[in-house]
């Protein structure tokens, strides 16, 4: 899951080369904040399921949207085109990467703008089409809502303000992307992991650090556990993360996540043990485990 927070310009007062200066400081600031991974919920958007995944004999999907907030929201629906970083970022592009297939064009959907009041839901409907064009592989856009700002309302006197100066408005612009992926034929995937290390932050902070190595035809997405096994046999819970993806045609993802510091957990003994599995909103599968010797 995706977040976009945008700060735009609503009104703006300046000269020709000023002009230019703000145009280019608004790209900066936009290519910078998009696609930051948050909740599905952020901008009081819920979107489930947090994935669009049409393969096999399944030809469409409903996506639910509800408005958890206490104002009525409006959000127009498009579908962009990301590519995924080696540390998990992502970035805005136009055209695919080598091994990069777009879905965009083998989707459809149905309404593209919604308005929800508070407690409100809404399906969309989303539908493969030109399925004879579609040769064996994996397709990826991600779909893109974007809340649309409330217009000013009718009548409302606009104040005079110096035209020699620079008059800026500020107003939030959320959106939410989840991914939309196609696959045809007989896929594969696996995944291991590789360069584990522990590193104590700030001589404080238990740290784990690791690559995720995927190789196959798809993308893969799941959760990760990290356990905490003493000398003696005690197994603790210490980390979780949800969500992690590793999208084609990237190979590999670098990942970090902070530990807890619990009771009967010493980090220069034992071992750790980190299995990375399926979400809990499909079948049950382990896709990777390994475990880390504490000195």
């Not at 976009?4 to 608004?26: E, G, M, S, Y």
């Not at 952020?42 to 049409?54: A, C, D, F, K, S």
């Not at 408005?67 to 992502?90: P, Q, W």
């Not at 995937?189 to 650090?209: N, Y």
Request: glycine share 6%.
């Amino acid at each position: 899951m995706s977040v976009i927070a945008i700060r735009l310009f609503q009104k703006v007062n300046f000269n020709k080369w000023q002009n230019r200066f703000v145009v280019l400081i608004i790209g900066i600031v936009f290519f910078q904040v998009l696609f930051i991974n948050s909740i599905s919920a952020q901008g009081n958007l819920l979107i489930t399921p947090r994935r669009v995944v049409l393969e096999g004999n399944k030809k469409s999907i409903d996506l639910n949207l509800a408005n958890t907030g206490k104002d009525t929201a409006t959000y127009s629906i498009s579908l962009v085109h990301i590519r995924m970083t080696e540390s998990g970022g992502f970035e805005q592009i136009t055209e695919p990467d080598p091994g990069q297939n777009f879905a965009d064009k083998y989707l459809r959907f149905f309404p593209r703008v919604v308005t929800l009041a508070p407690n409100e839901a809404q399906v969309v409907k989303v539908q493969l089409v030109r399925t004879n064009d579609l040769a064996p592989g994996e397709y990826r856009s991600h779909f893109y809502f974007r809340a649309v700002p409330s217009l000013k309302p009718l009548g409302e006197i606009e104040k005079k303000t110096d035209t020699t100066s620079i008059s800026v408005s500020l107003k939030p612009i959320f959106g939410i992307t989840i991914p939309a992926i196609i696959r045809v034929g007989d896929l594969s995937v696996k995944v291991a992991f590789s360069d584990v290390v522990l590193e104590m932050a700030g001589d404080t902070i238990p740290r784990l650090k690791m690559v995720f190595i995927r190789t196959g035809d798809k993308s893969i997405y799941g959760d990760l556990s990290v356990d905490y096994v003493s000398p003696n046999g005690t197994k603790t819970r210490v980390g979780v993360a949800n969500g992690i993806a590793v999208y084609t045609p990237n190979t590999k993802r670098n990942f970090q996540l902070n530990l807890s510091i619990k009771p009967g957990v010493d980090y220069h003994s034992g071992k750790l043990v980190m299995i990375f599995s399926a979400p809990s909103d499909v079948k049950p599968e382990k896709y990777a485990e390994t475990e880390v010797s504490l000195h």
